[in-house]
């Protein structure tokens, strides 16, 4: 029993449960599954992951590809857990599995009787994984979070957006998505762990920790020298030129600040004299931020404003550090990263949608087609008869306790 066709895939043989919710739990099982885990999904029949109600909708089906792009290549289950049945199932699939993720508030699986040192007595060597918000310890470990408690809790809010405006929220789910990775690299040293020894263990992941691990040098800059990271727009901290430029036709993001780039982009304009300029002729000198904004930003909008983002990405980016700043449309058509498996069609039942594909590339790895996330439910008879052996009889009685979906 598989979600997918995982033969030759570097984690085939793998089981996982999946009993969380939303992005940063989904998201990482799903990580795990295109690896080629066999994962299942497991919600609760009478209130299901709501991002299945969440947009964008297919137009025949009216699915949620919301949904679907986090919990691709899974097997669909439905389990109770306040049931007594429906725990009674789950530990016998925690003696079949080797990893249960789950992104509940600290406590709540614990209040089931499903916490880790309850399942460890099932299957010893499973890996439990615990996302949340504030982590399993600390005074803060009880409170709800979202992706935006991870932003404002880690400082990355306050050091985000322009310098004489509020600080700006970074405009994607930034503390899920660093919980998922950081979540997904703990499971998976864990698992190398308990294949040596055949212990497992709690890897415990939090949202705010893993978002303070996203604000660069802030920190040290603190520590060090007492200045607190503030919006800085599209200046950075210590290099110059390296942000946004305005062309023909949108924007650019130039970064040739050191001097053998810095000389590169004046060969391009045909303003070698300048690279000898006293007052210009040192990455350092350019870095000088009266300096910058008198002779070295004019120079490059002077450039720039000549050409369009095509023209200015065929003269300078296979030399200095040049992207043109796209928008979704064009990033969806990029050759680089169709070419890279990073656009990615994707069935949602009748329709097909444009997903993001797996960054990680192992050269050993065979290519597999990619399972549309499942309906509710949808592979309960296969995992009680395959995995558990029940038998019919035994899978209408879950039914009838409420256990599992009718």
């Given at each position: 029993m598989t979600s997918t066709d995982n033969k030759g895939l570097p984690l085939e043989g793998v089981v996982v449960l999946d009993v969380t919710r939303v992005v940063a739990g989904p998201y990482s099982a799903m990580i795990l599954a295109d690896l080629g885990a066999t994962v299942i999904k497991i919600e609760n029949p009478n209130d299901p992951d709501y991002t299945r109600n969440f947009p964008p909708f297919t137009k025949t089906d009216k699915e949620s590809a919301f949904f679907a792009q986090y919990n691709r290549n899974k097997l669909g289950m439905t389990l109770d857990l306040k049931n007594a049945e429906g725990k009674k199932?789950?530990?016998?699939?925690?003696?079949?599995?080797?990893?249960l993720i789950e992104n509940f508030r600290p406590g709540a699986m614990n209040g089931l009787g499903l916490g880790y040192e309850d399942l460890k007595k099932e299957n010893p060597a499973l890996i439990y994984t615990s996302i949340s918000g504030f982590g399993q310890t600390g005074p803060k470990s009880s409170r709800p979070s979202f992706d935006n408690t991870g932003q404002a809790e880690s400082g990355l809010w306050s050091m985000n957006g322009y310098p004489d405006r509020p600080p700006v929220r970074v405009g994607t789910i930034i503390g899920d998505l660093a919980a998922c990775f950081f979540g997904t690299i703990g499971t998976v040293v864990a698992l190398r762990e308990a294949e040596k020894t055949g212990i497992g263990q709690l890897v415990d992941v939090a949202q705010v920790d893993s978002t303070l691990c996203l604000t660069?040098?802030?920190?040290?800059?603190?520590?060090?020298?007492?200045?607190?990271?503030?919006?800085?727009?599209?200046?950075?901290?210590?290099?110059?030129?390296?942000?946004?430029?305005?062309?023909?036709?949108?924007?650019?993001?130039?970064?040739?600040?050191?001097?053998?780039?810095?000389?590169?982009?004046?060969?391009?304009?045909?303003?070698?004299?300048?690279?000898?300029?006293?007052?210009?002729?040192?990455?350092?000198?350019?870095?000088?931020?009266?300096?910058?904004?008198?002779?070295?930003?004019?120079?490059?909008?002077?450039?720039?404003?000549?050409?369009?983002?095509?023209?200015?990405?065929?003269?300078?980016?296979?030399k200095v550090p040049l992207s043109p700043i796209k928008g979704i449309g064009e990033v969806i058509s990029d050759p680089q990263l169709i070419d890279r498996k990073m656009i990615l069609d994707m069935p949602v039942l009748n329709e097909v949608v444009k997903v993001f594909g797996n960054p990680i590339k192992l050269s050993n790895m065979t290519e597999t087609e990619i399972r549309r996330a499942p309906k509710l439910g949808e592979d309960n008879i296969i995992i009680l008869k395959e995995m558990l052996g029940l038998n019919d009889n035994q899978i209408e009685d879950l039914k009838e306790s409420g256990a599992i979906l009718e």
């Open positions: 199932t789950l530990k016998q699939l925690v003696k079949k599995a080797d990893i660069e040098s802030a920190l040290l800059r603190y520590s060090i020298d007492g200045v607190e990271a503030t919006p800085t727009g599209n200046d950075h901290a210590f290099v110059r030129p390296y942000e946004q430029f305005s062309c023909k036709d949108g924007f650019v993001f130039f970064g040739g600040y050191n001097d053998k780039q810095w000389r590169e982009t004046l060969k391009v304009f045909n303003c070698d004299d300048l690279a000898s300029d006293p007052e210009i002729d040192t990455m350092h000198k350019r870095f000088n931020k009266e300096v910058y904004d008198r002779r070295i930003k004019p120079l490059i909008n002077g450039w720039f404003s000549r050409y369009t983002k095509a023209e200015l990405e065929m003269m300078l980016a296979d």
